[in-house]
């Protein structure tokens, strides 16, 4: 797992600087074009940037499901069983935060998208 935590850092890192110099510059350009292209750059980046969240998140309950050796349910589920019998209450709740955060970019409003409301 650790390993994965140190790829997931410095990738997540690396793509977030990218994404951003991509927008400034394409901001700045902006600022003088009125061009299409670049407000279909600027629409591509956030697509960009929900497939990099919705990817990471899958590759991390496949990490959660291998080191917790599940074969059959939800990784998820068991994650968030084992921190709740550990009392790390504060940690469940912002990991079901960044859940309900990625199902909203799958699946756009519904069940989750209503959850993070409530908060």
């Known amino acids: 797992m ?3 935590i140190q790829i997931i850092s410095e990738s997540t890192e690396s793509n ?3 994404f951003n110099r ?5 901001r700045k350009e902006l600022e003088n074009l009125g061009s299409t292209r670049l407000v ?3 629409q591509k980046m956030q697509w960009e940037r929900s497939v990099f969240a ?7 309950e ?3 499901q291998k080191e917790l050796k599940i074969e059959k349910g939800s990784a998820f589920k068991e994650l968030k069983q084992t921190l709740k019998s550990h009392h790390k209450i504060e940690l469940l709740e912002s990991f079901e935060d960044f859940y309900y955060a990625v199902n909203v970019l799958k699946h756009g409003k519904g069940m989750s998208y ?5 908060k």
């Not at 991509?22 to 394409?26: F, M, S, W």
């Open 114 to 118: 209503a959850k993070l409301l409530e």
């Open 54 to 60: 919705i990817g990471m998140f899958s590759l991390f």
């Open 22 to 26: 991509v927008e400034e510059l394409t």
């Open 40 to 42: 279909l750059t600027l």
């Open 16 to 18: 977030i600087e990218n």
């Open 2 to 4: 650790q390993n994965f």
């Open 62 to 64: 496949a990490v959660v």
